[in-house]
């Protein structure tokens, strides 16, 4: 149990400086590794300034990053498909910095190694304890709904079919979502990987690698970012699942209450911030509501922050 404290602590640690790492290289404009990340998807979209040199005078429309809704080449998928593909660890640096930034994530993260902390011993001892006098709940069915269900491997491959599913039909608004969701699931698989390398804190069964689950993990962040794009009759029913999913890892004793608890709230608090980042913009603006009280006017805004 000390050791599990003891990562928890640390994780805590990390999530917290995580959150403030970003206003810290502002302050002090230090080539930090996130400052780096900025660079990095700065350039991509600077590179999307004009249309690809391969391209220049050829008969095949681009549309730059900072402007784009669908496909980069409007009719032509492997020429979008490549385009992407270049353009996704950029994409990827951009989301990343995204969350560290979102005042929301940042607090939702720092609550997801605290409560790694806070229900180290005694929540997981108690939950260790009904477990042991009562046994698992589920049935085999069940719990091969949750473990196939929540894998991310599972995620990765529904959000690549929407991505070609889009790509064939020319659904804009799939294609977005698609995009979304492989950049959020990359960010939360890495960040949930590199913490049970770090830590290794020692689930039920045995493994080494308990704390944060990953199967929660992804499931939320599926959940959050479907419930942004297609509001609550999609997203509702999805954070339903995924909840399901993180107790399916805890009856089949796969892990303990608070790697499940710190995995929900990583995938919601990236899920969150991406899909933000990831809201429509129009030339590299938000869109804002807007009012004024003294006139009695509303609408919409154009916004962009420095």
Do not use: C
């Given at each position: ?135 698992s709940q589920l049935n ?144 590299g603006m938000d869109i ?19």
């Amino acid at each position: 149990m000390l050791n599990r404290r003891a990562a928890a602590v640390v994780g805590a640690l990390v999530l917290l400086l995580a959150g403030s790492a970003r206003a810290e290289a502002r302050r002090e404009k230090a080539a930090t590794w996130l400052a780096m990340g900025k660079v990095l998807a700065a350039d991509t979209r600077l590179a999307q300034a004009d249309v690809p040199a391969a391209d220049a005078g050829a008969d095949r429309p681009f549309v730059p990053l900072d402007q784009r809704r669908g496909r980069a080449y409007p009719g032509d998928f492997w020429l979008s498909f490549g385009r992407d593909a270049k353009e996704f660890p950029g994409l990827v640096w951009d989301d990343a910095a995204a969350v560290v930034e979102n005042r929301f994530s940042q607090i939702v993260l720092l609550a997801a190694g605290v409560t790694g902390l806070a229900l180290a011993d005694s929540a997981n001892d108690r939950v260790e304890a009904h477990y042991t006098k009562h046994g698992s709940q589920l049935n085999k069915f069940w719990d091969n709904v949750g473990d196939v269900g929540g894998a991310p491997q599972l995620h990765f491959g529904i959000a690549g079919g929407m991505y070609i599913l889009s790509e064939y039909t020319g659904d804009v608004k799939t294609y977005e979502v698609s995009k979304t969701m492989l950049s959020a699931l990359s960010i939360t698989g890495l960040t949930t990987v590199a913490l049970k390398a770090a830590f290794r804190t020692e689930s039920p069964n045995g493994d080494e690698f308990g704390w944060p689950s990953g199967h929660t993990s992804s499931s939320f962040v599926v959940a959050t970012v479907m419930y942004d794009a297609y509001g609550p009759w999609v997203g509702v029913p999805l954070m339903a699942f995924a909840g399901f999913v993180g107790y399916e890892r805890i009856d089949a004793r796969n892990h303990d209450f608070n790697d499940v608890i710190s995995g929900a709230l990583i995938g919601i608090a990236i899920g969150h911030a991406v899909a933000v980042n990831h809201d429509v913009k129009v030339f590299g603006m938000d869109i804002v509501p807007y009012t004024d009280p003294a006139r009695g006017a509303f609408g919409v805004a154009l916004a962009k922050q420095w």
